[in-house]
């Protein structure tokens, strides 16, 4: 079986804008947070928000007190004005793009024209546009709704912005002939476009496709649709507890895609189980290869291998020649550190990365009982070779473990730093340093006890191949650590800024590595 992931599939940037202000409106804004109707169309999203304490109002009271934010669809301008004059703080959640389709509704209806809105009237993105329209606006989702309309002296045709681009078209070549001094404004969103597109091209090349959204979700709901015309078999599923496994085991060919408002962590477990239906149907080398593999993964074996390979290459490039026991060293302190954090701090692993939180989960024992001998085997080892090695290596371990335990009194700094996690991007930081000292100083000074330029030139060579490394995954996890509001170093600088970082950060990497 072949998974073909759409490379448009999750949240679209109006989608992602709204999420990131509800999640971080309760520590920058008066309490409580509300949102008026759903944020957007996703009840695990819509689940995430109720547990941060931020609730759904559908019905403005005459007086109030808090944030609300208004949904990405938007609303209607006299909603706004309500919820204004009850007391409320107002935080527009409204997709940008959805903002420019109000605005031209806006600027037509004061110049007398009639809105034609192309979408569902009952969608609450088209009940918001409805609202610009000063009076004038008709909701139209079928050409013969079109042909039942009085000829109009100015009128404008818009759509919505997640209205099926075939459609729209069919709306166009009707206005041209019937209508042709009518405005027309494609505003479909781009997302939406290239999102359909992509669907239309990939139900073709497949055996069968899966979209993963809300069933309420119109972008979702369009995506299904335009699989479904395919003529190849079709599901539109929440999450993969509804996948019907028997129904797509004969295909060998699946297309992957999901709605502008799934969240990654969704559209990552729908993956997963059906990576694992692969390899489940599969017998002999190739079962236990993918077993294999998923085990290395999950309990950092397969990272610790790499910092030996990183404290080989450190330790030859400073001239050490007895490298075995800092390589050895360098893989047990790594495979310690990772997995005690993990099974200390993994709240994110459950939208990050899912299926790692549920192996935590149910090898809780296992995986402490690997760490605890590694991280004792690597103490052990480093006395071996001498007091200060055993000194060096038992300091490191105890501000590893130190990451995710509480050092500060509640009392100071609010409760916000009470950790070294809890600190602004500390994580990838810490996370390079660490790196950088076991795998370039610590063989150095188990050595010759002294630092020189090379050593400095390797440790800052380690240290920044894993803050790359580590920010790049930061990147990946941007959903997942800003719901349980860890603040890394991409949340912090935003990811175009970040991505700016690393590619110079790599381009020094190479250029140091040729010039060496």
């Known amino acids: 079986m072949k998974i073909l992931l759409a490379k448009t599939a999750g949240f679209c940037m109006g989608v992602r804008r709204a999420v990131e202000m509800a999640f971080d409106a309760p520590n920058k804004h008066e309490n409580p947070i509300y949102t008026y109707g759903p944020l957007i169309h996703n009840p695990h999203v819509l689940d995430l928000l109720k547990e941060k304490g931020i609730s759904v109002i559908d019905n403005i009271p005459d007086h109030g007190s808090g944030t609300v934010l208004i949904r990405a669809h938007g609303v209607p301008p006299q909603a706004k ?37 192309i979408g569902d009237k009952n969608h609450p993105e088209v009940i918001g546009l409805l609202g610009y329209s000063d009076g004038k606006g008709y909701a139209i989702d079928n050409i013969n709704g079109l042909d039942s309309l009085p000829a109009f002296e100015k009128a404008i045709i818009v759509a919505q912005t997640t209205q099926n681009t075939q459609f729209f078209e069919e709306v166009k070549k009707w206005a041209n002939k019937k209508f042709p001094h009518y405005k027309i404004f494609n505003t479909i969103c781009d997302s939406t476009s290239k999102r ?70 969704i559209i990552k477990r729908v993956y997963r189980t059906l990576e694992s239906l692969f390899f489940k149907k599969k017998q002999g080398w190739r079962r236990a290869f993918f077993s294999l593999q998923r085990s290395l993964l999950l309990t950092n074996i397969y990272v610790s291998l790499g910092a030996g390979c990183l404290c080989y290459a450190c330790t030859r490039l400073q001239g050490i020649d007895h490298y075995f026991p800092h390589v050895l060293i360098s893989v047990l302190y790594v495979l310690s550190m990772h997995i005690l954090n993990n099974l200390i701090g993994s709240k994110a692993d459950k939208y990050n990365d899912p299926e790692r939180a549920v192996f935590y989960t149910k090898h809780k024992g296992f995986l402490a009982a690997l760490a605890v001998i590694a991280g004792s085997a690597g103490l052990i080892a480093a006395y071996i070779m001498g007091v200060t090695p055993f000194l060096i290596l038992f300091l490191m371990s105890l501000l590893g473990l130190s990451y995710n335990i509480n050092l500060v009194p509640e009392s ?105």
């Open 81 to 117: 004005e309500k919820l204004k004059k009850a007391g409320f703080t107002i935080i527009d959640a409204t997709c940008p793009r959805v903002i420019k389709v109000q605005t031209t509704i806006k600027k037509h209806a004061e110049q007398g024209y009639t809105s034609i809105i």
């Open 196 to 265: 359909q597109a992509e669907v239309k091209l990939l139900s073709k090349s497949v055996d069968a496709s899966i979209v993963v959204g809300g069933h309420n979700s119109a972008n979702t709901q369009r995506l299904a649709e335009i699989a479904r015309e395919s003529g190849k078999p079709s599901y539109h599923i929440e999450s993969e507890d509804e996948l019907d496994l028997k129904a797509i085991a004969s295909a060998q060919n699946i297309g992957l895609t999901a709605g502008a408002s799934t969240p990654n962590w």
């Open 412 to 516: 100071l700094f609010g409760g916000r730093y009470r950790r070294l996690r809890d600190m602004p991007g500390s994580k990838t930081v810490l996370i390079a340093a660490a790196w950088g000292i076991v795998t370039s100083i610590f063989p150095t000074l188990s050595v010759s006890e002294s630092i020189n330029m090379s050593t400095v030139i390797v440790f800052f060579l380690s240290a920044s191949m894993v803050f790359v490394r580590t920010a790049f995954f930061d990147i990946l996890d941007m959903q997942g650590d800003r719901i349980v509001g860890r603040a890394t170093i991409p949340i912090l600088l935003g990811e175009k800024q970040t991505m700016r970082i690393l590619k110079i950060m790599i381009a020094f990497i190479l250029a140091a590595l040729l010039l060496s």
